[in-house]
């Protein structure tokens, strides 16, 4: 069967040049659920293909048309070939893509002010981010902020990695959160030698293959469109709307990552 | 406290999905606790403190699901735990329906579901065959529900799919059984030894929720619609329908329904039953059809007696044709006419189901005399009408699903003086209405009211198609019926009977029952 026609409508820049300098590249599916598909390939990494739409992780691409990922079935082979990604039943063209820029810039000014004017209480969080372990995890990770401790930042991420419920476990998302701010505002922390490779190790032993993902898009200061919605708020009323939709993502991946976002916030006391 | 564990390998089902599952196993009776987690160091350490950490869940990985209930018993937790795949399969099934754009072409639906091998088709008459066309050629079998197809049509698309091995059921097909999947107007019936081939739905819905009522289940139940015995469609479908029931090997036996059929068709239908072999049961709906054996092939003469010799033949077991199994009979009959004036002496059927229309029809005509009714267009004393019928549902929907015309009915009814008997039928299962009974019961007790008003009678009698899994509740059904003062008997057949022993009174019984039979 020839691929049926689709594309590729919206893609992260950073993908776009990998599939780019990639030609050739081969992957399997690595997991398929009713409105995604994540794609491994041979590094380990992911690329996630959703329906039309914002970004909803830093390595994703929007299809046309969310039904064609009904092709997709686990373990199904994915290559990159003459500008599409091929799979029996499915070729989609990027040519044409929008090419959304994931990246924040830490130090900019007026960096993350649409948290600044992000106001009032945040979604309940997952309850595993209330368990003993889950707040001695947050209130390492906001004294290793606050303090600039690449120590404590360490070991407060690697207690977080896999903490919590959800395939993103809650621990992973709050950690993006929190990192989000810190590119944000003042990364430098991260800068210091072996931090983000130490986070980095952490992500790929204790945590699940698809929150890995997250963590290590976060950590080079990638993130998806909801949570940069957040931080590039120019308003209190669009900082509010951007969080709003953000805490729909998940069961309550959403919520976990705005309370990354306020524990880095309040712990950089900006 | 007991705890029972379920590590699922390289489990991937959304956060969502597992949120849910962790809520419902928390939901069961008896479960304390339930934590669903992926396998990472922190959910094992997370575990270990809620003391929910077994050698099971110690095992999992950071890509492994983790199930953990704590329950009051062994058999508690046990429970919920083997309730966890089910639980995700069904979350799963229902986000990816909610998931997907839906489509809207045939085509856009086999690109989401690329497994599918069968199409229901429900779209206006006119753009009906089109839809079936492509469904066809996309190799699906179709189910075509819709209606006003041309003849032309019809014959096209039934060549076209036999040319590719499919099947397609219709046009006008309102029940279908496939595999135990019901399809339109449809029963909850067990799974069991019975085909079916019907160029009828509710006739159908009456065979199949009597073989239920028996214990005796359906393997596939093949529409073929109305016309499909015709001398133009030749019983193309009808014949592909016998051929694969032949083939099935869960089905021990045969049954065919519908009308009498072109003579040629109906030849080519009893050689096809011989030879395959089976048992069968041909019930075409016909005048001065006589039960007769011929070899394993048994015609009757009414829908119930094709679900009662299904049954005997199935259990190896002697039957034989009776009016009536509902209890004192006569005495209830008897009951009905005390409460009639001289003059009352006519029945008026009003049916949901064309195929039920159809045998009362014939039953009352055979002992009342000449019956007007829309299905023939003849005159008579007595009526009979489909309310299904295309005069009656413009701008309607369907009496199954829509009471108004039938209330309307009622109601005008109770100011017929002659009117002796309301015959009618109540169709439950998939589909139709929530409650068809709740429906006309209290146009059934105003009517009996408005007659006793003008110092008359007015006997209704009615049959209730359904069985006890059906969602509208027969039981309930039935009971809300007698208490609007309608005689409920277990089959239309003997409904029929029933209102023509009423308005006929004893020369009626005397051909029913037998001159001089106990009364």
Redesign the interface.
Known sequence: MSG?RGCLVRLSAHLARRLEATEGARGRV??????AV?VQWSDGSLLALH?PGPLLAPFAAAVD????L??LRPDMIVTVESGRLLAP?LGLSWQGAQRVDCALVSRRPGGASGFAALAGVLPPHAP?LD???GRDARAALAAGIAERDATRLMAGAR???????????A?DDCLVGALAVLHAVDASVLTEPGVAAAIAADAG??????AREFVLHALAGRFSEPVLAVLRARSRDEADRAAARLATS????GADTLHGMRLAWDALAV | MAQATVVTRGA?????A??TL?RALRARPGVREAA???G????H??LA?AGLLTDLARTAT??DLIVVVEAETASGAEAAAGATAPLLAEG?TR??R????R?RTIA?AV????DANLALISVPGVFAAAEARAALGAGLHVVLFSDNVALADEIALKRQALAQGLLLMGPDCGTAYVAGVPLGFANVVPRGPVGLVAASGTGLQQVATLLAGRGRGVSHAIGVGGRDMSEAVGGLMTLAGLARLGDDAGTELIVVVGKPPALAVGERVRAALRGIGKPAVVCLLGRDVTTRTDGAVTTVATLEDAALAADAALGRAAWRPRPFSAPDVTGRIGEARRALYAGQSTVLGLYAGGTLAHESLIILEALLGPVASNLTGARGRHRVLDLGADEFTIARAHPMLDPTIRLEMIGRASEQADLAVLLLDVVLGHGAAADPAGDVAPAIEAARAAARGAGRGLAVVASVVGTAGDPQWLAAQVARLEAAGAWVLPSNAQAARAAAAIAGGEPVLDRLLGPGAPR
Do not use: C, K, W
């Open positions: 049926r690595h997991s398929v659920f009713a409105r994540n329906g048309d969310v039904a064609r009904g092709a039943g595993g368990s003993q372990l207690s977080l990695l896999g903490l919590g419920e959800g395939l993103t476990p621990g032993a204790r945590t699940t293959t698809i998940g069961a309550t991946s | 991937y089902h959304d956060s969502v597992l949120l962790a669903v987690v992926m990472t160091p922190a959910n350490d997370l403190q950071a890509n799963a986000e990816a909610r998931g997907r754009a489509p856009g690109r989401q579901m690329p």
